[in-house]
């Protein structure tokens, strides 16, 4: 069983809707959850940043940590055709170097 | 432009060859990390310096892989003998740390690699 899980998709919505990413995973010593955007061909960008549980937002984008159920969320409301990328999500120990990451979801968002 | 760099974007090489790419970090940061990427998959970490000292290296970097951060700036990762299985999507990441704080990574636009 990998440490984190995430849905690969592919997730296809229409402009404007609101999108729901996730992520499950086994150890209880992650406490930075990070998501990542990731266009075709390109390096991964750092969207969201937490630390242990609680949520934060930026923008149309909002993550949500749950420890007690290790799950994670990233919704983007007023989903945009810009928006259409592979979304990963990461996590790591307090003081760890090693990014654990899950195998992302391809999000398409039709005009 | 002060984000991660690397270079080369692209390399095809053919198999039992020799490659070797370039990394270079944030010029503030201390750490940085090399990551490989494959197809419909996430990165997975292969090795990482705090300035020219490698800490950690992964069990994915079999013998024929090499890096190093000489003068813990740049970092360059050398493959030998490449294998069809190492064609991927090769990620350079960097962050600071002190103390018990640590900043997340940020990423470079990666090194595709084709083993023909």
């Known amino acids: 069983q990998k440490e984190v899980e995430q849905d690969p998709g592919p997730l296809s919505v229409p402009e404007g809707a609101i999108v729901s990413l996730n992520c499950t995973y086994s150890?209880?010593?992650?406490?930075?959850f990070m998501w990542y955007r990731q266009y075709s061909r390109k390096g991964p960008e750092l969207l969201m940043y937490?630390?242990?549980?609680g949520n934060k937002e930026d923008g149309r984008f909002t993550a949500q940590v749950d420890k007690s159920s290790k799950y994670i969320s990233l919704f983007i409301r007023d989903s945009q055709p810009s928006d259409s990328a592979t979304y990963l999500c990461a996590m790591r120990n307090t003081g760890g170097f090693k990014t654990i990451f899950g195998a992302g979801t391809r999000l398409f968002v039709k005009a | 432009d002060t984000g991660v760099s690397q270079d080369p974007r692209h390399k095809i090489t053919k198999r039992g060859q020799n490659v070797t790419f370039r990394c270079d970090p944030i010029?503030?940061?201390?750490?940085l990390y090399w990551y490989r990427q494959t197809l419909g998959q996430g990165p997975e970490f292969l090795t990482y310096f705090q300035n020219e000292a490698q800490l950690e290296k992964s069990r994915l970097l079999s013998d024929r892989f090499s890096a190093e951060r000489p003068k813990g700036s740049f970092s360059t990762l050398e493959i030998q003998r490449t294998e069809q299985g190492d064609s991927a999507m090769y990620l350079c990441a960097s962050n600071t740390a002190s103390g018990t704080s640590t900043d997340t990574q940020y990423f470079g636009p990666g090194t595709r690699l084709t083993v023909l």
């Open positions: 937490t630390y242990s549980s």
């Open positions: 010029s503030e940061h201390n750490r």
């Open positions: 150890n209880s010593a992650f406490q930075y």
